[in-house]
Each structure stands twice: as C-alpha cells, then as structure tokens.
C-alpha cells in the first residue's frame, strides 16, 4: 500500500460542537436524534453517543456561551453526516425530526447514499444517511464512482421506517 494513502479501516470518531444553549441542543440530539447522554460537565458541556459508546458527539459552551451561529458567506463546518445502519432506521429518525417542526434544508438520492439534509439549533449544517452497499453504488465504465442527486422519496422512506 502506498504510505500516503489512509488505512481502509480509518474513520473519523466523533465530531465537537461549540453550541450556545447546551440543554438546547441535548434536547436535540437527545430527544429528536436519538442519541444518548453519556456524560455532563455541569452545564458547560456533554457527550453524546449511540450504542454506548464514549461519545460521537460532543457539545460545549465553553468559548460560545450564548454566541451567535457564524454568518454566511464564511469558512467552518459545512456539515456533520450521521451514518444510519439502514433505510427503516433512516426513516424512523426522518419521522422524529418532522414530528419536532424541524423543517430540512433538502433531501437527496446519491447513487452511493441517501441523505437527509437540515439544521441543529445553532444552525449546523447536519446529514443523517444511510449508504448503498457498494456493490450497487453507480460505476463508470472505467470503474470510477458515478455519484448523483436526484430527489429522494420521503413519503416511501417514512413508510419503510422502523417501528
């Protein structure tokens, strides 16, 4: 393998959120996303994760005690992607973000991926997603990825979701 290029087993663990309102966005993340508080730093900070694990998602107050999202038009955060394990999971967190009057930013079939596009309470940019097996991801005749976006079907995607 060559050196300058990543082990297949990498991954990016977690993701840290300066945030403005910490309860605010627990209930967030908690309460409409799903996750689970793990740990609390008094009101200055919490880790939150799905499955146990340490944590995926950090939040804190810690330079950002109710500060202001940064304007348009400026380098940061674009997104953070959440990866679900299937489309009925997918489904299921789609149906929980609707019924909480959060509104999405768009929704996409991607050949490789399905996405769900909105915003946490600090106005991150957030992705919940689901990947194709690769065996199905769209090819080129060279073998190149032929990702795409075209609309994606969020009444059939609430009609698979978990019950």
Do not use: C
């Amino acid at each position: 393998m060559n050196d300058t290029v990543l082990d297949p087993r990498v991954r990016i663990g977690h993701v840290h959120l300066k945030v403005s309102d910490l309860e605010r966005s627990i209930r967030f993340y908690r309460d409409v996303l799903g996750f689970q508080v793990m740990q609390r730093f008094g009101d200055a900070a919490a880790f939150l994760s799905a499955g146990g694990y340490h944590h995926h998602i950090g939040l804190n107050t810690w330079e950002s005690l109710g500060g202001s999202p940064p304007p348009p038009g400026r380098t940061g955060l674009y997104h953070t992607a959440i990866l679900f394990p299937d489309r009925p999971e997918l489904g299921k967190v789609l149906r929980r973000v609707l019924e909480a009057g959060i509104p999405l930013d768009g929704a996409a079939d991607h050949g490789v991926s399905e996405a769900i596009y909105l915003r946490d309470p600090d106005q991150n940019g957030v992705e919940l997603y689901r990947d194709r097996p690769q065996d199905e991801w769209p090819r080129q005749p060279d073998g190149g990825l032929a990702m795409f976006t075209r609309p994606l079907d969020l009444q059939k995607l609430l009609s698979e979701a978990a019950t």
